[in-house]
């Protein structure tokens, strides 16, 4: 019998061919460039359409001002950016070429460096300035602070290359009380963990705009996820930024957590301190305060031994009340180190920058002294601290003339300092507004957690009721996002103003001045109420300082018509000539002033120029005596040989 089963025809591979070696390296640089390739397509793309925005410290300042540079408003969303508010730093500008007599100082720090709850009129850089510019009014001194709430020490580290980029003469360091809790710290909501290098490294990779792209979508998941799940909203509008800032509450003194904290802060610090010293920038360092004597612990646990921070507070208490001062601020301090809640920083961050000082050899600001010694018995509270740890006015002063002191003593600008006093300082731009909202500010930071538990809303913007007119006006800030502590003291300006009480109402404008002294229009406003004081030298004082900042009609208008009143004729040529030349005031002023300086055809050019003008103005009327009485003394004609020759 036939096997008809078909036999299968053996299936035989073609032999693959051999890649020359020429091949194979092209193909494998093509597979190991595609993610290349990709990556720089995309981060190419996303840089034409600016995702993300600009994220740089710095940039250029607004339109009239470009030969300055500010702080970036945004620079913030690198660390926050789960939160559409993220905290900003002062309104600022600084040169963008370092004048040849200027000294250049950046602040870096927290909240409280930054001036919490006031405006920059009342923040200690801002008034370090004012005194160091009066000290030396021949340097051009620039005290930029860079400093925003919720960060901490990784956030400072961060920046420092980019300070160091604008050629600063020194750094001045006040910060650590948001060490645990601030962006990127062990306690916090936006924190990485607690490996350094993890961190830095997230930082840096932050200039690719890819990877901000890869971090916000996986930020968008987190905030879904958490709301779906949680119910947690970081955006939630009645919690403040301390309460949206902080994921892990309790960090007992001693612990893994508390050990980690104060390392980072000792790492980071001295690495920005490295980076200075190795250009030859000079810093300053300073103890950090906060409110002992009024501030109860937060949250009190006990360790091993059976102290805590409930302990030690109430041990102080006692030892107060029985006169045993210097006893009750040693468990004072204890009850603030053991408070497991970190927002004050503990004394073991005072020793490092003691021990830092010592190790690079730099001036230490001994500030726990000189509150100290600001406080009765020696015990920092309610007197100089509006809450857990920002200071108040006073406090603020006194942190401002500590760094002054300090600076002094280290001959730091020169050699010599003179003999101004910085005490003039004290209040000075300050209002009674900026008080009632600091006032207010702290009342709705005490609404709500850790002064009240997490559960209980902040109900202060619904319940508070305004007692006057100033807290009515201060409450705006509250109630409606287009108002600020500026926005208000403009309003209050021009209601003094209104009410003809012009003390009241220069007040508050050179507040304004004061915060932001590049706004040339905060000077218009302050000039216009001395010239209805007819104080004419103060308002011509003030509008030369605005021209320092940017050029202005209503500055040289006026300053020139000043001068030209003082019989100064030059003066107010140089200054009458950059006026608005289409303003009729301003044309017959710069005739009269050319006539009587003697300058003829100058002032004919003028008074031809003010008949084109405005022919039939009341200038006209003077204008023509003048120029009768300028031609004759052109030809040397007295008017009494006109009269005969006539």
Not at 103 to 118: D, H, N, Q
Not at 130 to 153: D, H, M
């Amino acid at each position: 019998m036939k096997d008809k089963r078909k036999k299968k025809k053996a299936v035989i591979n073609p032999p693959k061919p051999n890649l020359s070696t020429a091949k194979k390296r092209i193909f494998w640089i093509a597979t190991i460039s595609l993610p290349f390739l990709i990556f720089s397509i995309l981060e190419i793309s996303l840089r034409i359409f600016n995702y993300g925005g600009n994220l740089d410290l710095f940039i250029d300042g607004p339109p009239g001002y470009e030969n300055y540079i500010r702080c970036n408003p945004e620079f913030a969303h690198r660390y926050f950016y789960t939160q559409s508010n993220v905290p900003t730093p002062p309104l600022q500008l600084f040169n963008k070429l370092k004048p040849k007599n200027g000294y250049r100082i950046f602040v870096l720090g927290e909240s409280s460096a930054a001036g919490f709850p006031y405006s920059n009129n009342a923040s200690f850089p801002n008034i370090l300035q004012r005194g160091l510019s009066n000290t030396f009014p021949q340097k051009n001194i620039e005290v930029i602070n860079v400093s925003i709430a919720a960060i901490n020490s990784y956030t400072l580290l961060d920046l420092v290359d980019e300070i160091i980029e604008q050629s600063p003469d020194a750094i001045l360091i006040y910060t650590g009380h948001n060490e645990y809790y601030g962006a990127l710290g062990v306690g916090s909501a936006q924190s990485l963990g607690n490996w350094r290098w993890l961190i830095n490294s997230y930082l840096k990779l932050q200039y690719f705009k890819t990877f901000i792209l890869f971090r916000n979508f996986l930020g968008w998941a987190k905030t879904q996820f958490n709301n779906q799940f949680y119910k947690e909203n970081e955006s939630d509008p009645s919690a403040t930024l301390m309460e949206r800032i902080v994921a892990e509450q309790t960090i007992p003194y001693g612990s893994n957590l508390y050990e980690k904290g104060k390392k980072q802060f000792e790492e980071n610090i001295e690495a920005i301190i490295q980076k200075a010293v190795d250009k030859d920038i000079k810093v300053v360092l300073s103890e950090l305060v906060s409110n002992l004597h009024d501030q109860e612990p937060f949250i009190s646990v006990k360790d091993k031994d059976g102290n805590s921070a409930e302990l030690f507070f109430n041990l102080a208490r006692s030892q107060e009340a029985n006169g045993k001062f210097e006893k009750a601020k040693e468990n004072y301090y204890k009850a603030k180190d053991y408070d497991a809640l970190r927002f004050r920083a503990p004394e073991d961050f005072n020793a490092v920058i003691k021990n830092l000082g010592d190790k690079y050899s730099l001036p230490v600001v001994l500030l726990k002294l000189y509150f100290e010694n600001e406080s009765p018995n020696g015990l920092i509270g309610k007197e100089l601290m509006l809450e857990h740890l920002h200071p108040n006015k006073d406090g603020y002063f006194l942190i401002a003339k500590d760094f002054y002191d300090t600076m002094k003593k280290n001959k730091m600008i020169s050699a010599e300092w003179g003999e101004y006093d910085i005490n003039k300082e004290k209040n000075y731009g300050i209002t009674e507004l900026d008080s009632i909202y600091a006032d207010l500010e702290i009342r709705h930071l005490k609404g709500g957690w850790p002064f009240h538990p997490k559960s209980v809303p902040n109900r202060f913007i619904q319940t508070f009721s305004p007692a006057n007119r100033l807290e009515e006006i201060a409450f705006k800030v509250f109630q409606n996002k287009h108002y600020n502590l500026l926005s208000i003291h403009m309003e209050l300006g021009e209601y003094y103003e209104r009410q003809s009480n012009f003390d009241k109402a220069f007040a508050e404008y050179n507040a304004l001045i004061t915060s932001i002294p590049y706004e040339v229009d905060f000077y218009e406003k302050a000039a216009k109420v001395l010239i209805k004081k007819e104080e004419y030298g103060r308002a011509s004082q003030l509008l030369k300082r605005s021209l320092k900042y940017k050029e202005n009609p209503f500055a040289n208008k006026w300053v020139g018509q000043i001068a030209l009143m003082n019989n100064n004729y030059k003066e107010a040529i140089s200054y009458l000539s950059k006026a608005d030349l289409l303003d009729p005031q301003v044309v017959f002023n710069l005739s009269r002033a050319f006539y009587l300086d003697n300058q003829w055809d100058k002032g004919e050019e003028y008074f031809n120029r003010l008949q084109d003008l405005s022919p039939n103005s009341k200038y006209m009327v003077y204008l023509n005596k003048l120029r009768t009485l300028s031609m004759m003394k052109k030809n040397k004609v007295k008017p009494n040989q006109r009269t005969e020759q006539n």
